[in-house]
Nanobody, 121 residues
Framework: QVQLAESGGGLVQAGGSLRLSCAAS????????MGWYRQAPGKQRELVAT???????NYAGSVEGRFTISRSNAKNTVYLQMNSLKPEDTAVYYC???????????????WGQGTQVTVSS
């Protein structure tokens, strides 16, 4: 099994910055895509950004230019640097990873427990 643990959420004023981290642990054989999703109250979970194991990234249009996703393959960790935060960025942010575990070697989609980000106006 693979576990994901997020950290770095909190309360920030509009225009401020936060950095989220998510570390994967457990019996990991390999990790492909890692990413961040978010869910605001009353809304569906939506993609924020993803990063492939070899580097290519993908962003939601609403965060492009303000958020930067990166990863450390050596640490099995993905980061999300969030700048110029807006009140509409308020949501629970979830880490996601496509990973294969030992000993099954089966690929599955894993989720973290979520971390709250609140942006005040």
């Amino acid at each position: 099994q693979v576990q994901l643990a997020e950290s770095g959420g909190g309360l920030v004023q509009a225009g401020g910055s936060l950095r989220l981290s998510c570390a994967a642990s457990g019996s990991i054989f390999s990790i492909d895509h890692m990413g961040w999703y978010r869910q605001a109250p009353g809304k569906q979970r939506e993609l924020v950004a993803t990063v492939a194991s070899d580097g290519p990234t993908n962003y939601a249009g609403s965060v492009e230019g303000r958020f930067t996703i990166s990863r450390s393959n050596a640490k099995n960790t993905v980061y999300l640097q969030m700048n110029s935060l807006k009140p509409e960025d308020t949501a629970v942010y979830y880490c996601n990873a496509e990973a294969a575990d030992i000993p099954t070697m089966r690929w599955a989609n894993y989720w973290g427990q979520g971390t709250q980000v609140t942006v005040s106006s």
